[in-house]
């Protein structure tokens, strides 16, 4: 029974990754259709962040008072509405009405399913859990794509996704029973004291301004690929599309291999490993050679890096915090990186309005550096 609960926690991170790559795959025929400016992608995308940080920062109250399986069907449901309200808009501002749904619902799911892996499931489950993401923002491109090339439209992307995700939210709701019998096992956890203010808690701040590098890292490493290499290096449009793409196929084939043997090295080792790796990869990225090969094979390197942390970091938090504090910190933690991702690409761009598009490496070495301080004061605080 808890194996096809598993195999619907997986389904339900793809239904999450899925969205995530829609509105950018569509927006080239979407801003012309709604006769608005090419940069109000951004407001859509920062109401969608703005909702997702509140609906994470809430979810320790929630999931706590409805269980995990209701928040998460309930969330998904939520998404799944949105997507449909995106495909009957026809004004930017019901965009920006849909958004906040869509935002709600996805920082619910990406709290409450992560925080229940990691008590309840081994590391490799959650390496394999945020691989499924990456399945999903992978796929729903190709659902566009289909759709515009097929003369569907924008539209009928929107609406195929919807479909997905209303399938899911039926399988989950079905699955109710199964998550209720799985928590029940965690009476005792229930009944132990919380801590009030988490952030009393040693190394709570230090795990948060981890994650917020990495996910600052992450996020601007991918947005700001192509133009660097194009920019920067000299590079063909086509070929730095291609490995701005590798870059994120790269934490997706990570995070499938760290799986098969997350279990055996541990979450603090496969922090470390990730940020060597990403720190090779900054330096091949930024090295001043003649030879593009190796800035190409630098930023495949960095998404690699990237595979562990994110898993690893979140399925380290109950041991870490104890499991009855880990909802509330994992939320908080999921807050944190919608900020790290949300306002760090865009503020790189403003630097290049000053400074050369060649300082993205020394850009991303911030964030390396930053984790590598951040987790390793973390070791040192929790034992």
Known sequence: MFSLLLAIIYMAFISLGLPDSLLGSAWPILYTELSVPMSFAGIVTMIISGCTIVSSLASDKVTRRFGTGTVTAVSVLMTTAALLGFSVSDKFWMLCVFAVPYGLGAGAIDAALNNYVAVHYS???????????????????YIMSACLTGGHGWQSGYRTVSVIQAVLTLCLFLSLPLW?????????TEKKPREKNVFKIKGV????????????????????ASSYLVVARGIDENTAARFAALFYLGITVGRFLCGFVADKLGD?????IGLAVISVGIVCVGLPLGIDAVALAG??????GCAP??????????????E??????????????????????????????????????????IFAVLMIVMSEKLN????
């Open 309 to 322: 942390i994110y898993p690893s970091i979140i399925h380290s938090t109950p041991h870490n915090f104890g």
């Open 268 to 272: 603090r080792m496969l922090i470390r």
């Open 123 to 141: 590391a490799r489950h959650m390496s394999w859990l945020h691989a499924m993401w990456g399945v999903g923002v992978t796929i729903s491109p």
């Open 380 to 383: 040192r605080l929790v034992k």
């Open 324 to 365: 009855e504090n880990s909802q509330k910190i994992v939320g908080i933690q999921m807050a944190s990186a919608y900020v790290g991702s949300t306002v760090m690409p865009p503020l790189f761009g403003a630097i290049c309005e000053l400074l050369p598009m060649s300082v993205y490496p020394a850009y991303l070495a």
């Open 180 to 188: 209720k019998k799985r928590q029940s096992t965690s009476a005792e």
């Open 299 to 304: 930023l495949v390197v960095i998404g690699f």
């Open 205 to 224: 701040t230090a795990v948060l301004i981890c994650f917020f590098g990495y996910c600052a890292l992450e996020s601007t490493a991918g947005f700001w």
